[in-house]
Structure formats: structure tokens, C-alpha cells
T-cell receptor, first 112, second 113 residues
């Protein structure tokens, strides 16, 4: 599985867009990009995933560059409740089960 | 309401005791997972199940037993608890083979004294 690199921490003002980058320069053609987050003392929460097209759901948007070497998770209007650790994970689809391995992630702090 | 629940949320037990952590999901997801989360180790897979009556070991299965007689339930049993099993335990479920779209429960914080 491709290695991912994320900034250790980021800040965002409440109501503004939070843009969280992830570098995955060694990604291969059949690897998907997944994003999860973990709010303090809660279980991890699935956010979104994509292969090469941009994706959007009710929580966030995922923008993947054309060469697929990096991606950005966008929370369009961050709230205080979005303060969490955000994890970018790259995995090949088609394995028999989906064991998740989280790296260090990005600590996003949303401030008033 | 649909979702995934875990019980108990907090548990203190003594070394050597047997303890069972419960996990229940209402989505009829095929896959279910047990993870533990410790500082410095991140999330580690203990056991997983692809369907009722099908279970397999993850990274750290020693000292744990699982069963899955019904699709919706996936209990985790510590046969003889040890202090090293003090941790936060998360159950997760997922519906699609080969994907990493998993939905986690709120966790059980277990302390072994």
C-alpha cells in the first residue's frame, strides 16, 4: 500500500473551509484514497473515498489531482465539532477484507 | 435506530477474569471487526468476520476469542484478562467486500487491574 504524508496539525476558523492535504506520490492505479476522522474519545468515522474523480457527499469533498499523487479533503464550512484527527489512507480494492491501518494523521483544530 | 452499538462502554475487571465485550449492528453488514487502540500503537485488528460463523485472526488475536452466530452480533471475549489488555476496544462493520468503508462503534474502555 502506498505511503501517505499529512501535515501534523492545522487550524481553521469556524465557518471557513478546511482544506486538508495528503501526499501519496507512490500510489498505484488500483489504489483508492480513503479519509477517516477520529474525534476525541469517539470511534473513527468514515468520511469519503475516491479513485480518481472528485467526490462529494454530505460531509465533505475529496479532490484528487490528475496524476493522483496528492489529494485534498475539504470541509466546506468547518464547525467546532469538526475538531478531530483526520486520516488519509490508501488501499487497494479487492482484498478479502478491509483491515484499516491509521497513520499519524492531521490534528485539525477549528477555532471560534 | 440503525447503527452499531457496543456494551459496556466502560469496564473495570481484575486480572484473570473472563470478560465479554458486546457489539451489535443493525445494518446487516457482512463484515465485522474488532480493533484495539493504544497510545503509541494506533488501531490494531484483533479479529474479523466475513459472515455469520466465519471468523479469522487479525494482527493481535492472542488472549481473545470471538464468535458470530448471528449476522448482527460479534462478541469479543477475553478468556483470562491481563493488564496488557487494558485498552479501548472498537467494533466496526462494513457491507462491501474489498472496501475500507467501515463504521465504528463508540468503543469500550477496558481497564484490567
Amino acid at each position: 500500500d502506498a505511503k501517505t504524508t499529512q501535515p501534523t496539525s492545522m487550524d481553521c476558523a469556524e465557518g471557513r473551509a478546511a482544506n486538508l492535504p495528503c501526499n501519496h506520490s507512490t500510489i498505484s492505479g488500483n489504489e483508492y484514497v480513503y479519509w477517516y476522522r477520529q474525534i476525541h474519545s469517539q470511534g473513527p468515522q468514515y468520511i469519503i473515498h475516491g479513485l480518481k474523480n472528485n467526490e462529494t457527499n454530505e460531509m465533505a469533498s475529496l479532490i484528487i489531482t490528475e496524476d493522483r499523487k496528492s489529494s485534498t479533503l475539504i470541509l466546506p464550512h468547518a464547525t467546532l465539532r469538526d475538531t478531530a484527527v483526520y486520516y488519509c489512507i490508501v488501499r487497494v480494492r479487492g482484498t478479502s477484507y478491509g483491515k484499516l491501518t491509521f497513520g499519524q494523521g492531521t490534528i485539525l483544530t477549528v477555532h471560534p | 435506530d440503525a447503527g452499531i452499538t457496543q456494551s459496556p462502554r466502560y469496564k473495570i475487571t481484575e486480572t484473570g477474569r473472563q470478560v465479554t465485550l458486546m457489539c451489535h449492528q443493525t445494518w446487516s453488514h457482512s463484515y465485522m471487526f474488532w480493533y484495539r487502540q493504544d497510545l503509541g500503537h494506533g488501531l490494531r485488528l484483533i479479529y474479523y468476520s466475513a459472515a455469520a460463523d466465519i471468523t479469522d485472526k487479525g494482527e493481535v488475536p492472542d488472549g481473545y476469542v470471538v464468535s458470530r452466530s448471528k449476522t448482527e452480533n460479534f462478541p469479543l471475549t477475553l478468556e483470562s484478562a491481563t493488564r496488557s489488555q487494558t485498552s479501548v476496544y472498537f467494533c466496526a462493520s462494513g457491507g462491501r467486500r474489498g472496501t475500507y468503508e467501515q463504521y465504528f462503534g463508540p468503543g469500550t474502555r477496558l481497564t484490567v487491574t
